[in-house]
């Protein structure tokens, strides 16, 4: 929102490209929230570089999925609940968006565990007084400062996930070996290698993400003032849709590669070592410490800090959006608190229940664990909804989803029912 006296924000279009990442950018180093560290950590303890080749995998169909959504908010100006009311039964629209907020508040939760502990590994003291400031400070910023101002700062705590290609080369990796096995690796027909590569698929292509950049692409067209639905300003289309590719392809394509040097990090150092057992985030970076060393362990352990403080307004705001649009309430980061009071409320209960979650004693990996079974559930009819939206004519008019995008967007839907089902064989066999 443009305030009066104010010189309107230039277009994003204008701006080079590197002025142009935003909601891409933001959204996919999101991805790499501590939660998707633990997981990314195991697997490279658990079977070293041979799962590194998943994220050639994700990268492509991780883009699709999340062009389509930016998309549908760019070209409708109105995020993915709207848009999923306008062709979904309501029922199906409530029970998806009840889903999506258990699963993201259970994720805050034990995002703030591991934000807390890690402080305690490297400075001492109660791991809970630092999880309760990182709730706090977390949820004041959300609602107290400018939206403007807000993006730039999340933009910043992006520069914290390359903490992880520190670590990396401080541990001394065997490019070559891992190289080799990224491309070629050793798969394992097992449960225990099933259960990984299915965990790193559902971290990595998450429901959160999908409803948080389509929303951002609406708070954009609001802080920008010449910018327009495309729908209603079809002329911007050209460079906007441009300026969407640029945001999504880098912003997807850096998610990844920082989740490629995290488990090359961990295979380098504690598969190497003998140390495959790794379910927190804390108990990897105490674990790096006599094997890789005290530079490493604090860049690893600064890295989960910084990715929380990104991770956790992502999940509570795409919970928030999500409920405010189901309710047709006024919302956005934009909005000033006493105009947009309930959304805020909304905002600020997910964080106080996930603050709660992670001072419940409630295990870390427990806290995973069902958080990526409801991802898993509501993953594939929401990415159904996702490719029928940006898909039809009614909704986006003649800037439907081309059809290179639609492909592997569905190759994305197809993969993540996949590995849902393989999921549930794993924990039913």
């Not at 994003?12 to 891409?24: I, Q």
């Not at 402080?119 to 999880?131: D, K, N």
């Not at 705001?317 to 409920?323: F, I, M, Q």
């Not at 105009?339 to 001072?359: C, E, N």
Request: aromatic share 10%; charged share 10%; net charge positive.
């Amino acid at each position: 929102m443009v305030q009066e006296g104010a010189s309107p924000a230039p277009s994003n279009a204008e701006l080079p490209w590197w002025k142009k990442l935003g909601p891409g950018l933001i959204t996919g180093a999101a991805d790499d929230d501590p939660s998707g560290i633990a997981t990314y950590s195991q697997g490279g303890a658990q079977f070293g570089f041979n799962v590194a080749w998943t994220l050639l995998l994700t990268y492509p169909l991780m883009v699709a999925i999340q062009l389509a959504s930016a998309r549908i908010g760019r070209v409708t100006g109105q995020g993915l609940t709207e848009n999923f009311a306008r062709f979904c039964p309501g029922w199906m629209v409530n029970g998806l968006v009840a889903l999506l907020v258990l699963a993201n508040v259970i994720n805050i939760g034990a995002d703030l565990n591991a934000m807390g502990d890690s402080v305690a590994l490297v400075v001492g003291g109660f791991p809970w007084i630092y999880t309760v400031a990182f709730g706090v400070v977390s949820l004041l910023l959300q609602i107290y400062l400018p939206y403007d101002k807000y993006v730039r700062v999340l933009k910043w705590l992006t520069l914290s996930l390359l903490a992880y290609v520190g670590v990396a080369f401080a541990a001394h990796v065997d490019w070559m070996e891992a190289v080799r096995r990224t491309v070629l690796p050793s798969i394992q027909w097992s449960k225990e290698y099933v259960t990984t590569v299915v965990a790193i698929l559902g971290t990595t292509i998450s429901p959160y993400l999908f409803f948080w950049q389509a929303a951002q692409e609406v708070e954009e067209i609001k802080r920008v003032a010449p910018d327009k639905p495309l729908r209603k300003a079809p002329d911007q289309a050209p460079s906007q849709i441009r300026r969407l590719h640029i945001d999504t392809v880098v912003g997807m394509g850096f998610s990844n590669l920082i989740a490629f040097f995290m488990i090359v990090a961990t295979a380098a150092t504690l598969n190497a070592n003998g140390t495959t057992n790794i379910e927190t985030t804390a108990q990897a970076a105490e674990a790096l410490k006599p094997i890789a060393g005290q530079f490493a362990f604090l860049l690893f352990a600064a890295g989960i800090v910084g990715t929380g403080l990104l991770a956790l307004p992502v999940l509570a705001g795409s919970a928030a959006y999500a409920v405010a649009s189901l309710f047709k309430l006024r919302k956005g980061l934009d909005q000033p608190l006493a105009a947009a009071k309930p959304f805020y409320g909304i905002l600020a209960a997910a964080m106080a229940i996930g603050l709660a979650i992670s001072l419940s004693g409630l295990k870390p990996i427990t806290a995973l664990y069902w958080s990526a079974v409801i991802n898993a559930v509501i993953s594939v009819p929401i990415m159904i909804a996702v490719m029928l939206a940006s898909s039809r004519k009614e909704t986006m008019r003649e800037l439907v989803l081309p059809q290179l995008w639609k492909m592997l967007g569905w190759l994305a839907t197809a993969a993540m029912a996949v590995a849902t089902v393989a999921m549930f064989w794993a924990m039913l066999s």
